[in-house]
């Protein structure tokens, strides 16, 4: 998940940008108002304002928007959708919270099964990466529409490679740990990743879990990372810190920020992050970034120790089972998601779009030709990505991030971490 606050285009920039969406519904017509619920400390929340005065231009509809952050969005969510109040036509969630959603029962299906005319169509389904949609349904439904994509990703630098004699990014954890050796030095560090208590050092278990071969929950829901890889994968990540100190020793309070920065100011030669990184790092006057490592910056698969693989999740466009106008809502979701308007967020340089068709785009290709290579790499790593998605999230994510942590800093040991996790984790799923 992200949270990145460094946009400075106006308005006018959708026009500027070449959006012109001539997109419009007789249902979007008849209504007065549509409510949505947004998250407005992610980048994408700065395009989605720009969409959302172009719909009112475009439909005369009165947008009334709903502003939460991040870190308290869902519990806001919950209380609404319980007293009716507001009454939100279209939710913007992260799929990381949509099965405890789900399970509540707030969230319509999206695929015809509520509602004939609320039905993702399946010329729009085919242009999907079908791993994206997946991270979206559960029980066979279809609860969301994603409008945008992370995914982890190695970022290096190349200069310090190139005085390391290092050819290559590294694409084993073996060979991840040798080069971080050469390259933590004088205040330097090798490598850097999310680490803080919580979903970050969950996601960064869970991919490493992944990569290891393992699995967090087995086909009946039960926890099953309390196995051999996941084992291997705690104590890679542990080693990282306690043994190699090729991160720096707080990794553990790591949030995006501290990595991002990190990184931007030179102080990590390669770290794990997500794809709006690259746009910082080489276009930072274009976003307000602070960068020390224009012209410098790779980017490649993440090393792994068995299964070549990231994990990744969405946030999504959903409608509330108490919307007051679901179809008019539903006809926003459209707007937002239409392809004309994920061009208009590749073009901005740092959300990925769920529609393959945009990644080949000519617009694209013509405006951003420094972005093609990277954009190919991610719709690559998006073929395999994994969706940090499974059930009680917030819960399972508190229990996690604790007992990881007490590993990280030593307290026990990974494996008596992983077996408390799993004791735990199985009473909070088995609700």
Known sequence: MRRREFFRLGAGAVTAMGLTPAWTRAAAAQAKKVSIGVVVNTSDYKWIKLLLQQYEQKTGVKIEEFQYQSGDV???YTMAFE????????????????????????LLPLDGSADPKIKLPDEDRADY?????????????????????????????????AEAGLKQPPRTWDELVE????????????????????WTNTYTFFEFLHQA????????????????????????????????????????????????????????????????LFGMAEFSEKWGAKSAVKGQTGYARLPYLVKDVAGFNNWAYCIPTTAENPQAGWDLIQFL???????????????????QSIYRHPEVKAKMPEFVPFFDLFAGIMQTA?????????????????????AMVGQITPKQALDAAAARVRDLVKR
């Open 74 to 76: 869902i519990p806001k």
């Open 83 to 106: 007293a009716k109040r507001p009454r939100f036509d279209v939710v913007m969630i992260w799929d990381f919270y949509m099965p405890q959603m789900v399970a509540g029962k707030y």
């Open 129 to 161: 990466f079908n791993q994206s949609l997946r991270g979206v349904t559960f029980d066979g439904h279809l609860y969301g529409v994603p409008e945008s994509l992370d995914a982890g990703m190695l970022y290096y630098r190349k200069d310090l490679f």
């Open 179 to 198: 080069y971080a050796k050469k390259l933590t030095k004088g205040g330097q560090w090798g490598y850097a990743f999310i680490g803080a208590p919580g």
């Open 213 to 276: 071969g393992g699995t967090f929950l087995d086909v009946k829901g039960a926890p099953a990372f309390n196995s051999e890889a996941g084992l291997k994968a705690l104590q890679f990540m542990v080693d990282l810190r306690n043994k190699h100190r090729v991160v720096p020793p707080g990794i553990n309070t790591y949030l995006n920020t501290e990595v991002q920065t990190g990184f931007l100011n030179g102080t990590f030669a390669m770290a794990r992050h997500w794809p709006f």
């Open 337 to 355: 998601t239409s392809k004309d308007s994920c061009l208009f967020e590749m073009l901005f340089g740092l959300d990925m779009t769920a529609r």
């Open 386 to 406: 994994v969706p940090f998605v499974f059930p009680e999230a917030a819960g399972v994510s508190e229990v996690m991030g604790q007992e990881i942590d007490k």
